[in-house]
Protein backbone atom coordinates (compact mmCIF):
# COMPACT_ATOMS: atom_id res chain seq x y z
CA UNK A 1 0.00 0.00 0.00
CA UNK A 2 1.59 3.15 -1.05
CA UNK A 3 0.23 5.18 2.23
CA UNK A 4 2.53 2.85 4.09
CA UNK A 5 6.05 4.19 2.40
CA UNK A 6 7.02 6.71 4.90
CA UNK A 7 5.70 4.81 7.51
CA UNK A 8 8.03 1.84 6.64
CA UNK A 9 10.87 4.02 5.66
CA UNK A 10 11.21 5.69 9.32
CA UNK A 11 10.84 2.31 10.90
CA UNK A 12 14.02 1.17 8.51
CA UNK A 13 15.99 4.55 9.35
CA UNK A 14 15.75 3.36 13.17
CA UNK A 15 16.63 -0.05 13.01
CA UNK A 16 19.57 1.48 11.33
CA UNK A 17 20.53 3.47 13.78
CA UNK A 18 20.86 1.39 16.80
CA UNK A 19 23.26 -1.62 17.13
CA UNK A 20 20.78 -3.41 19.07
CA UNK A 21 18.45 -3.87 16.94
CA UNK A 22 20.18 -5.39 14.38
CA UNK A 23 21.58 -8.23 16.65
CA UNK A 24 20.79 -11.65 17.49
CA UNK A 25 19.35 -10.58 21.35
CA UNK A 26 15.78 -10.62 21.59
CA UNK A 27 14.01 -10.72 25.36
CA UNK A 28 10.52 -11.35 25.34
CA UNK A 29 9.96 -11.88 28.56
CA UNK A 30 12.91 -8.74 29.66
CA UNK A 31 10.60 -5.80 29.57
CA UNK A 32 6.66 -5.97 31.22
CA UNK A 33 4.32 -3.77 30.15
CA UNK A 34 0.43 -3.33 30.87
CA UNK A 35 -1.94 -6.20 28.96
CA UNK A 36 -2.18 -5.83 25.26
CA UNK A 37 0.75 -4.07 25.14
CA UNK A 38 3.46 -5.72 23.10
CA UNK A 39 6.94 -5.11 24.56
CA UNK A 40 11.06 -6.15 23.90
CA UNK A 41 13.90 -5.85 24.83
CA UNK A 42 16.78 -5.24 22.62
CA UNK A 43 20.10 -5.04 24.15
CA UNK A 44 23.79 -5.49 22.90
CA UNK A 45 27.51 -4.11 24.67
CA UNK A 46 26.52 -1.01 26.43
CA UNK A 47 22.79 -0.35 24.85
CA UNK A 48 19.21 -1.52 24.99
CA UNK A 49 15.88 -0.64 23.22
CA UNK A 50 12.43 -1.61 24.33
CA UNK A 51 9.96 -1.77 21.37
CA UNK A 52 6.11 -1.40 22.56
CA UNK A 53 3.14 -2.14 20.43
CA UNK A 54 0.13 -0.95 21.63
CA UNK A 55 -2.34 -3.97 20.33
CA UNK A 56 -5.52 -2.64 21.75
CA UNK A 57 -8.19 -0.64 20.33
CA UNK A 58 -8.37 1.94 23.27
CA UNK A 59 -5.06 3.65 24.36
CA UNK A 60 -2.62 2.51 26.56
CA UNK A 61 -0.25 4.30 29.28
CA UNK A 62 2.58 2.65 27.47
CA UNK A 63 4.31 1.97 30.81
CA UNK A 64 6.98 -0.42 30.76
CA UNK A 65 9.79 -1.72 33.66
CA UNK A 66 12.73 -3.52 33.18
CA UNK A 67 14.82 -5.56 35.72
CA UNK A 68 18.28 -3.97 35.92
CA UNK A 69 19.53 -7.66 35.86
CA UNK A 70 18.05 -7.92 32.40
CA UNK A 71 20.35 -4.30 31.00
CA UNK A 72 23.87 -4.21 30.32
CA UNK A 73 25.91 -3.01 32.99
CA UNK A 74 26.40 0.45 31.67
CA UNK A 75 22.62 0.74 32.19
CA UNK A 76 22.04 -0.05 35.67
CA UNK A 77 22.58 3.27 37.77
CA UNK A 78 21.84 6.18 35.78
CA UNK A 79 20.42 6.18 31.80
CA UNK A 80 18.40 8.42 29.63
CA UNK A 81 15.79 7.38 27.15
CA UNK A 82 14.52 8.71 24.03
CA UNK A 83 11.32 7.95 22.38
CA UNK A 84 12.49 6.98 18.44
CA UNK A 85 9.50 7.60 16.91
CA UNK A 86 8.08 10.93 18.28
CA UNK A 87 12.17 12.13 18.97
CA UNK A 88 12.04 12.99 22.15
CA UNK A 89 13.62 12.56 25.54
CA UNK A 90 11.66 10.77 28.31
CA UNK A 91 11.42 10.46 31.90
CA UNK A 92 13.17 7.21 33.34
CA UNK A 93 13.11 6.40 36.99
CA UNK A 94 15.24 3.62 38.87
CA UNK A 95 13.04 2.30 41.71
CA UNK A 96 15.21 -0.38 43.73
CA UNK A 97 16.41 -3.11 40.90
CA UNK A 98 13.52 -1.91 38.21
CA UNK A 99 14.00 0.59 35.20
CA UNK A 100 10.60 2.26 34.97
CA UNK A 101 9.41 4.75 31.88
CA UNK A 102 7.00 4.44 29.04
CA UNK A 103 4.88 7.11 26.88
CA UNK A 104 1.57 7.04 25.98
CA UNK A 105 0.83 5.03 23.13
CA UNK A 106 -2.49 5.74 20.87
CA UNK A 107 -4.78 2.89 19.82
CA UNK A 108 -2.35 0.27 17.60
CA UNK A 109 0.42 2.47 17.97
CA UNK A 110 4.31 1.64 18.44
CA UNK A 111 7.48 3.21 19.36
CA UNK A 112 10.98 2.51 19.83
CA UNK A 113 12.32 3.37 23.47
CA UNK A 114 16.24 3.82 23.32
CA UNK A 115 18.33 3.75 26.28
CA UNK A 116 21.38 5.13 26.86
CA UNK A 117 24.01 5.62 30.07
CA UNK A 118 23.86 9.44 30.86
CA UNK A 119 27.03 9.93 29.57
CA UNK A 120 26.71 9.47 25.98
CA UNK A 121 24.95 10.36 23.04
CA UNK A 122 21.32 9.39 22.13
CA UNK A 123 21.13 7.54 18.31
CA UNK A 124 21.94 10.34 15.68
CA UNK A 125 18.08 10.82 15.00
CA UNK A 126 17.80 14.61 15.61
CA UNK A 127 16.36 15.26 12.61
CA UNK A 128 12.67 16.04 12.21
CA UNK A 129 10.65 12.89 11.48
CA UNK A 130 9.63 14.02 8.12
CA UNK A 131 13.60 13.91 7.18
CA UNK A 132 14.20 10.59 8.91
CA UNK A 133 12.70 8.79 5.00
CA UNK A 134 14.91 11.00 2.69
CA UNK A 135 18.05 8.51 3.76
CA UNK A 136 15.65 5.16 3.95
CA UNK A 137 15.68 2.49 1.30
CA UNK A 138 13.69 3.00 -0.77
CA UNK A 139 10.36 0.64 -0.73
CA UNK A 140 9.50 -1.13 -3.68
CA UNK A 141 5.18 -2.48 -3.81
CA UNK A 142 4.71 -4.18 -6.97
CA UNK A 143 1.57 -5.95 -7.53
CA UNK A 144 1.39 -10.14 -8.35
CA UNK A 145 -1.41 -11.75 -10.66
CA UNK A 146 -3.24 -13.83 -11.18
CA UNK A 147 -3.14 -13.87 -7.66
CA UNK A 148 -4.21 -10.28 -5.81
CA UNK A 149 -1.33 -9.98 -3.83
CA UNK A 150 1.30 -7.04 -3.24
CA UNK A 151 4.81 -7.71 -3.09
CA UNK A 152 6.25 -4.94 -0.86
CA UNK A 153 10.29 -4.93 -0.85
CA UNK A 154 12.91 -2.91 1.17
CA UNK A 155 16.02 -3.02 3.49
CA UNK A 156 16.74 -6.24 2.34
CA UNK A 157 13.38 -7.92 2.96
CA UNK A 158 10.17 -8.56 0.83
CA UNK A 159 6.97 -10.02 1.52
CA UNK A 160 3.88 -10.72 0.25
CA UNK A 161 0.16 -8.85 0.91
CA UNK A 162 -2.81 -10.40 0.26
CA UNK A 163 -5.00 -7.25 -1.01
CA UNK A 164 -8.46 -8.36 0.14
CA UNK A 165 -7.49 -9.04 3.80
CA UNK A 166 -4.03 -6.83 4.44
CA UNK A 167 -2.72 -9.84 5.93
CA UNK A 168 0.58 -11.34 5.03
CA UNK A 169 0.06 -13.84 1.85
CA UNK A 170 0.63 -17.51 2.49
Known amino acids: EEGSRAILQRILAIRRHLP ?3 GPHADYLGAQAEPGVFACLRRDGRN ?16 V ?4 DRLPESLRSNCTARDLWLDR ?9 TLMTGVPLPPFA ?21 RWADDAPD ?32
Open 20 to 22: ELN
Open 48 to 63: ASVILVNLNPTAASGE
Open 65 to 68: SVPL
Open 89 to 97: SIAVLLQGD
Open 110 to 130: FTVLALRAADTDLPPLARSPS
Open 139 to 170: IVITRRTPVDWLEIKGGGVSCFVDTETGLPAE
